[in-house]
């Protein structure tokens, strides 16, 4: 109860006295935006005034369907913030996660095993501390390039650091999608684990997928979130979902208007969580 009326009251206020600050102050709304705005686990950095600004101006962006500006938003998070967050979640990371989700990557495994060919790289889009990629490492001993893209220059730097010890390990800061541009080629695999494809929108991200399509032979596994209520029979669209404003992606429908066939789809629950997690396997040959 105590709940519900706290929430009640910051959702008056975020859409009276937030947008109105808002209204007031269009140069602390603008840095505000360009610092990162869309997570909420630090927002013991900002004042009261700017955490009703920042709700008012994420509120206002849903309520405009604005995924252009939210896509902003999701991109100056993870570039100027990122490393706070990996940093806040690492333990998690290490003792929960990981171990939670070896067993899935089993399901990559015999996939590859399918074919006997080589492939050149395995690539993480959105590689966090590094720990899922320094996991595939070890678990692909054949496959002798790894790449992992992150947009947090700092975060890089420390994985560099963290791992220098692994040489098959490369990181790099950058955009994902436009190393692929620049860097992509055949039998690549790629793979994205617990949100990263969630922070583009449908048209960036059906773009990406042609784009990767146009490579060769390629093999996706992404481990991405989806909003519980997010019913593909009703709205086969990607929706905006949960507290950062992120998006619920089709992602079935996206890789095969791409030219990908699936190869693997499951779901996984977690009780903590408000969305549920799908595991898409895709390749285009």
Known sequence: MKRKLRDL???????????????????????????????????????????????????????????????????????????????????????????????????????????????????????????????????????????????????????????????????????GFEWVKENGSTNMIFVTFRGVLEYFTQQRLQDFFHKLNSLGKTTFFAVEPNGLDHDFSINPNSQIYGNECAFSHNYVKLFQNAGFSIWHQSKKIEGEHPDITSIIGAKNF
């Open 9 to 175: 009251i910051v959702y008056i206020l975020t859409r009276t006295l937030g947008r109105w600050l808002v209204y007031l102050n269009p140069k602390k709304a603008t840095e505000l935006i360009e610092k990162g705005i869309t997570n909420l686990r630090n927002t013991s950095r900002l004042n009261w005034k700017e955490k009703l600004m920042r709700r008012a101006i994420l509120y206002t962006a849903k309520k405009k369907e604005d995924v252009e500006s939210l896509e902003k938003f999701h991109r100056n998070y993870w570039a100027n913030h990122g490393h706070d967050f990996f940093a806040s979640t690492e333990n998690r990371m290490k003792n929960d996660y990981l171990p939670k989700y070896k067993a899935t990557f089993d399901i990559l495994e015999k996939e590859l095993l399918k074919d006997p060919k080589k492939y050149t790289a395995i690539v993480e889009i959105g590689t966090g501390d590094g720990s899922i990629l320094n996991f595939l490492s070890e678990k692909f001993p054949q496959i002798n390039r790894m790449v992992g893209i992150d947009l947090s220059e700092i975060q890089i730097e420390k994985n560099k650091m963290k791992f220098k010890e692994n040489p098959k390990l490369k990181f790099v800061a950058t955009d």
